[in-house]
């Protein structure tokens, strides 16, 4: 299979040299394999949205390297980052950072429009993806118009209308409520299943979580532990419960509890 | 306490009274100006140029006061708007309504007293300055001129602190009316969705309509008088509203209809945001082609103002110089220019007549100006009998006026008689002599008619008994040119600095309004970076967009001023002389706000390199 995410001894120190320095990532390796759904988890402060910002190439790593599809992000500058980001990644987010001066079409094309792509083959990639996720009859409204589900929605046919290697999603269901959060789970473990889209998760939520394939739990800014689903999602998602109680109970470093 | 939470709440929002704090600056110091220049006592005494000069700068003060009070008042309401959460948090945590008044009293007045002194110091440069320039040009020395005024100082202090006073006062009632939920959620809002226009085509035909009325008037100002005076600002008013709250938006839904252009980069973006802010910002775009018309005109009003100056004196005479008894000093200067004609006539005081010689007015008919026709003519010749009715002589209009050109000192203070030769010889009284010169350009040789004026003093005081050089004057062409370029010139620096001050103000009105949107852009930015768009596309994307609502309200301002401009005509020969060089300085100002404000939002909603 083939690997399309190297992640090898990155480190993120925060504070100049001399000042008091924090370490929120430290020596941390790992790879995703084409076509997996990767959950990272972790207690808060455990450094997962910089783990994620790393691989999304937001924030520069203070050591080590990242290889997206085969090539290192490591020593690229501003703009060959915008680029590499516009072409091989798509993001969601918690908030889902739709711009709400535009309609729900022109948010899902912006990724094929900052390309350049012809306007027929632009119209006919809206209407595809935003079938697949069945928003098909919203696109002209504007964001504010939409529900936190559907705009949601709107967020992940904009990360997917110009086929990236990499979904990575941040926290997404946390804006939604129990019920949307479900069907949109279900719509990323379809678009997994089914369209092999490659998937890297941040949650802190069990119940998502337990859609994954594969589940990274981070802890003090290290790879605590790793956890495959056997049996039943809901089976799954027990097992996380105990983890994460497991976690807990733990001491942090240098503290007792 | 109070006190320190007011100075943290100024630093904390430096960069909105930064803006805030330019317009004021500028309409201080120019108030200032216009004050010193009109109230300085000394200097009206002993200047009797300048007498006139002075009643243009009080206008100028005038105008300026009213529109400073609405700068003031929206410019208050505006900072205070930005902080309403900052109030109902006070007001959450247990301050007393009136203590919150007080420290939103203290900031205001505190700017206002903070933009008064930086405001007066300029001011000060600028009477210095302006002054300076009027010496100059009119050639005279203010002796008695004061720059640093105490009574305009005082004056500029009283007006300003009570006009903050008063706007903070309404303000911070209003503020305080407002409950506490209200207060917190303040920031809260969203940008309304741009409704789809309804009616907009009838209402852009009823602007256009509009416009055409008023451009109409303003067209035909001379014929239409005081109906014009008052149609066109009205009715360019109601029709620029109208075509800004209509068109504005549907121009941009027109692009974003051209889909090929508009899925193209960043494209759909920009025409994104300007639909919401054009929606949002039709209003005031309006108020503000309508003050950039004001600028622009009082800067091209004053320009051509000026030129008039030069251009209506050749209307009424035809010739630069008049004579008389010219000695060899002033032969040798006339002979120092290229004269184009030379006449001379000659003249005979008794105590009860004015003779002229009949022959030598029809040998050498001096140019006028027609009345009736309005052509510079010369008269026909006189017939040989001149009858006389109640002691006058009839004549033709057209040699009424010519006797005037002829002998403007006398003319009128005596009956005169236009007798044939062997009568003017029998005649009793001293004879004088009176040469009209004329050149191809007045204008060129200012300082040789100046020079032919303070010859003259002299032949005035043998001639005509109890003049006094000092306080008397005869009417010369160049002494009417000289009062009359003395007042262009104050109306040319009085529209000059008028048109100054309202284009700095409504320059920060407009920069207040982007600006005040750029918070809620930074996340929108922050999205496009996540995305992957490149720096340099983002920022062409906001040079484009303020580019576009600077433009609109800068070319129907312009538009404005062009038609408007002909206004001028029934009181200027030619108002649209070098209309270019006031678009000029009025470009090269509104070109530096919009790179300003274009400087000021990038650093806002992009992140630092």
């Not at chain 2, 300026?64 to 708007?81: D, G, P, Q, R, V």
């Not at chain 2, 209003?283 to 100056?309: E, H, P, Q, R, Y």
């Not at chain 2, 596309?537 to 967009?545: H, K, T, V």
Request: proline share 3%.
């Amino acid at each position: 299979m083939k690997t399309i995410l190297e992640a090898s001894n990155i480190s993120k120190t925060y504070g100049k040299k001399g000042t008091a320095a924090y370490t929120a990532i430290r020596d941390l390796s790992f790879s995703m394999n084409e076509g997996e759904f990767i959950g990272i988890m972790g207690p808060s402060g455990s450094g997962k949205t910089t783990l994620l910002n790393m691989v999304a190439t937001l924030d520069p790593m203070t050591s080590g390297e990242i290889t997206i599809d085969g090539i290192s992000v490591s020593a690229m500058n501003e703009d060959q980052l915008s680029d590499f980001r516009s072409q091989n990644l798509g993001f969601i987010f918690q908030d889902f950072n739709l711009l709400e001066n535009m309609t729900v079409f022109e948010n899902i094309a912006l990724p094929l429009s900052l390309r350049n792509t012809k306007l027929e083959k632009i119209q006919a990639g809206v209407h595809q993806v935003s079938a697949i996720l069945g928003i098909g009859d919203l696109l002209e409204k504007y964001p504010a118009e939409l529900s936190g589900g559907q705009k949601q929605r709107t967020a992940i046919a904009r990360s997917l209308i110009h086929e990236p290697t990499l979904l990575l999603a941040d926290e997404p269901t946390g804006a939604l409520d129990s019920q949307n959060a479900a069907t949109l789970l279900d719509t990323l473990a379809d678009l997994n299943a089914e369209r092999k889209v490659s998937i890297l998760m941040v949650t802190h939520d069990p119940r998502s979580a337990s859609y994954c394939s594969r589940l990274l739990f981070i802890k003090d800014g290290k790879l605590d532990r790793e956890l495959f689903p056997a049996g039943t999602r809901e089976e799954f998602h027990q097992e996380i419960l105990a983890v994460l109680g497991d976690l807990d109970r733990r001491p942090v470093a240098g503290v007792r509890i | 306490m109070i006190l320190k939470l007011a100075f943290n709440g100024l630093k904390k929002k430096q960069r909105d009274y930064l803006i805030l704090f330019t317009g004021l600056i500028i309409s201080i110091a120019v108030f200032y100006m216009f004050l010193t220049m009109s109230l300085n006592k000394e200097f009206i005494l002993q200047n009797s140029v300048i007498n006139n000069i002075q009643a243009v700068f009080l206008v100028g003060t005038v105008m300026l006061s009213i529109i400073t009070f609405f700068y003031l008042f929206y410019t208050n309401s505006f900072l205070l708007s930005l902080r309403k959460k900052e109030y109902g948090l006070y007001e959450l945590i247990g301050a007393k309504k009136f203590q919150i008044r007080r420290v939103f009293q203290i900031e205001t007045m505190a700017i206002t007293a903070i933009s008064l002194a930086i405001g007066l110091m300029l001011g000060i440069i600028l009477a210095r300055l302006v002054s300076w320039l009027l010496m100059n040009s009119l050639n005279v020395e203010f002796t008695q001129f004061k720059i640093v005024y105490l009574p305009a100082v005082f004056w500029t202090m009283a007006y300003f602190l009570t006009a903050s006073f008063i706007t903070s006062t309404v303000h911070n009632t209003r503020l305080a009316k407002s409950s506490i939920i209200e207060l917190l959620h303040s920031d809260m809002h969203n940008d309304g969705i741009p409704a789809e226009p309804k009616g907009s085509a009838l209402q852009i035909l009823l602007g256009i309509f509009f416009l055409g009325i008023g451009y109409s008037a303003l067209y035909f100002m001379e014929q239409l008088r005081f109906i014009g005076l008052f149609t066109a600002p009205a009715a360019t008013t109601l029709g620029t509203y109208l075509l800004f709250t209509a068109l504005l938006p549907n121009i941009v839904r027109n692009w974003k209809r051209n889909k090929r252009a508009n899925f193209k980069g960043l494209h759909s973006f920009t025409s994104g945001q300007l639909n919401f802010r054009l929606s949002s910002l039709k209003w005031v775009l309006a108020t503000i082609a309508m003050l950039i018309a004001l600028s622009a005109g009082a800067i091209a009003g004053g320009f051509a103002f000026k030129n008039n100056a030069f251009t209506s004196i050749d209307e009424y005479w035809q010739y630069d110089a008049t004579l008389y008894n010219p000695g060899a000093a002033e032969t040798a200067v006339l002979n120092s220019i290229p004269v184009d004609e030379q006449l001379t006539f000659r003249m005979k005081l008794d105590d009860e007549f004015m003779y002229l010689v009949q022959e030598e007015l029809n040998a050498s008919p001096p140019l006028i100006r027609d009345f009736v026709t309005y052509e510079v003519v010369r008269p026909d010749p006189l017939p040989e009998k001149l009858d006389i009715v109640d002691g006058s002589q009839i004549i033709s209009d057209q040699w009424f006026t010519a006797l005037y050109a002829i002998n403007p000192a006398l003319e009128g203070t005596k009956s005169t008689r236009i007798v044939p030769l062997e009568e003017y010889e029998l005649a009793e009284g001293e004879e004088i002599s009176i040469l009209l010169a004329r050149t191809d350009d007045f204008s060129a040789y200012i300082g040789e008619w100046q020079k032919l004026d303070e010859l003259q003093l002299d032949v005035y005081t043998d001639l005509f008994t109890g003049f006094d050089p000092k306080t008397d004057s005869v009417a010369t062409k160049y002494s009417q040119f000289k009062a009359q370029y003395a007042i262009a010139s104050g109306t040319f620096f009085m529209g000059f600095f008028l048109g100054l001050a309202f284009l700095t103000m409504m320059a920060s009105i407009l920069m207040f309004k982007i600006l005040s949107g750029a918070s809620n852009d930074i996340r929108r930015y922050d999205s496009l970076r996540k995305l992957g768009v490149r720096r340099r596309l983002l920022e062409n994307s906001i040079y484009r967009e303020i580019l576009v609502v600077f433009l609109f309200p800068g070319i129907l301002g312009l538009l404005h001023v062009f038609v408007g401009m002909r206004m001028f005509t029934f009181i200027m020969d030619d108002p649209y002389y070098r209309l270019w060089v006031s678009i000029l300085i009025f470009l090269a100002i509104y070109g530096g706000y919009y790179f300003f404000a274009v400087h000021l939002y990038r650093k806002i909603v992009l992140p630092r390199q």
